[in-house]
């Protein structure tokens, strides 16, 4: 049960800058999840938090202690490694027992932890087994298992689930959400996958080249994505983008791009920031939309509706992947996949007024302020 | 009905000696080539360690003439005359202490210079490069170096330590026979250190570095990171090395032979160096193929049971 507190967090590995500047506030109790592309910094913030690498600037704080300067084993943390980093020359059992034998906790103790853990983790048929022995589902348990047989006033994970199949990787996702809601403890969780990060976490921070991108819960950060680069890493497929300018017909703004002009719904013109509103007559802007938020139909094309052509349709189950060209710009919508149109069709498109995304061509950051 | 059995299991045995012997044919039938490249080594192993170890044997139970040829079966009669050698208790004694002593010291230095070169200081490569130094004589003439060194009228440690004030006389290192013991193993420990730190260093380097990570997480200091990770990752290459160093050091020749030739009086000799004496000094080479011939036995039993009781733990 603890608090962690970022300040202006720095680490540089000569001259490059892993971790820019990092502010994040984790709640008592909250799962946090870490989530960017590759190379990014995440392992190096966690790795920081843990102790385990030094801080080249800025300050953690944990339960109000500024940590900077203390050990590891100061700091009662545990932490569940990608690779897993299980002890080859330990059994199973001694594996997780070696957190309570370094705290010299009496033999019974002992014993009986490291029982309750593998079975609530159903490894209590392996803990006889080496390491070399186990597969790695089964090592990821015991990895976490080494991490929850005390109770660390916080956790971090990085990437634990990165080497497990699909499968087991959902499987495992829920078994580690639930631990962690019955355990309560404070949780940061690394990952690169937007899924997991998405199911998984209370908030979520993205970061890229060490920055912080954005901090707030999966809804928002999917909803109200805080820049470009935000709303093309959350979601899958990615957020459609392309170029458009604001304008007015009739006194009612639209988004005028190279193949249509689309009307902005009144709740997002409501919110466009007061000192980016359009002066209007040009405001070049970058239009996103999810792919759910596009509908397509066939209905007869009147000369005004945009049109495009259907390259590929990919079909999902569900729903269905539609790639579309229209005027040189290529995009994709979801449909139900009950009627998905034929390829080399053409449809003609429909965006949801209110569910554009609307952002800055150059700083990239978004036009709409949080409703 | 216990006839039938044994029929058939012989049966059944025969079949599958068989088995093996025309899958090893049709195998070599069928990939012949890399076979063929293998004859040159099988031919040179045999001529270089088969034949001279089948010679010994038989003439360790044979009765030989005064230039090592077995001439007629003579059973235990090498063994009975060994056993009843003045010095072969001595020569025991000293060759275990030898080994055991050198390896133990061996092993104790080399340890923790392999931890402090596997640490990233400047001047790093130089002194793993320094450490190879005993290497880049032959061994025989570094011993012989050593002699002039430990020289109690021109040698060098002497003339140190009487310039240093240290002592004053001019201490007899290799004529004094417990001096000259403890100087013997010096020197083969010295000409080992290379070797095993290199090994310990590889050994070092082969341990997955996150598992440090890991024990620090879970509240290691530095000593447990030591104890508990350190060591016990080391535990393989260490079994290797320490046997193949006592196996060395039970034949270890050009140490003791250039700088004391075993004296005074057989004090500084090992079982070699001894068996060297009673084949070419007293031509009695029957004596000396036993001698051999029961260290090889000792050093093969040896090192099965040693690395069995070592090993046996892991799974
Ligand atoms: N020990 C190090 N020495 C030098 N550079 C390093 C070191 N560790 C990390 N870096 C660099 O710091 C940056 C951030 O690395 P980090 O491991 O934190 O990325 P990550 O977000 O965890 O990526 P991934 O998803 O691939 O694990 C990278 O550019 C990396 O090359
Ligand atoms: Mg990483």
Redesign the interface.
Known sequence: MSVVVCKELVKRFGATVAVDHVNVEIQDGEFMVFVGPSGCGKTTTL?MI???ETVTSGDIFIDGVRVNNL???HRD???V?Q?Y??????KVFDNIA??LR??KRPKAEIEERVNTVARMLGVQHLLD??PR?LSGGERQRVALG?AIVRNPKLY?MDEPLSNLDAKLRVQMRREIIHLQRNLGTTTIYVTHDQVEAMTMGDRIMVMRAGKVQQIGAPEVLYNHPANLFVAQFIGSPAMNAFKGRLETDDGKIVVATEFGRFPVGDPLVARLKPDRSPTLGAREVICGIRPEDITLDDAPVTPASPQAQVDLVEGLGADAYVSLTIGGTTLIARTPADCPPAENQLVTIHLNPNKLHLFDPITEETLLALP | MTATAEVVTSSSETASRENIWRSIVREIRENHFPYLLLIPSILCFAALVIYPLVNTMIGAFSKTDTVGRAVEFGALINFRELVRDRYILNITIQTVIFVFGSVALTVVLSLPLALILNQRFPGAALARALLLMPWAAPLAISAMTWRWIFHDQLGALNYVLNTLNITQARTAWLSDPVLAFICVIFVEVWSSIPFMTIMFLAGLQSI?P??Y?????????AW?EFW??TL??L?RITIIVTLLSIIWAFRSFNVIWPMTQGNPFFRTDNSVTYLYKLAFRSLAFGEGYALAFATFVFLLIFSVVYTRVLRSEE?
């Not at chain 1, 980093?85 to 330990?90: E, F, I, R, S, V």
């Not at chain 2, 990570?213 to 200091?221: E, I, R, V």
């Open positions: 790795r843990g102790g385990l050990a590891p084993r943390i545990a932490m490694f690779n980093a299980l002890y080859p020359h330990y070696y957190p370094l705290r087994r080496w022995q080494r971090l | 997955p996150h598992i990570d890991a024990a620090k997480m879970d509240g290691a200091n447990h508990d990770m016990p990752q535990k799974g």
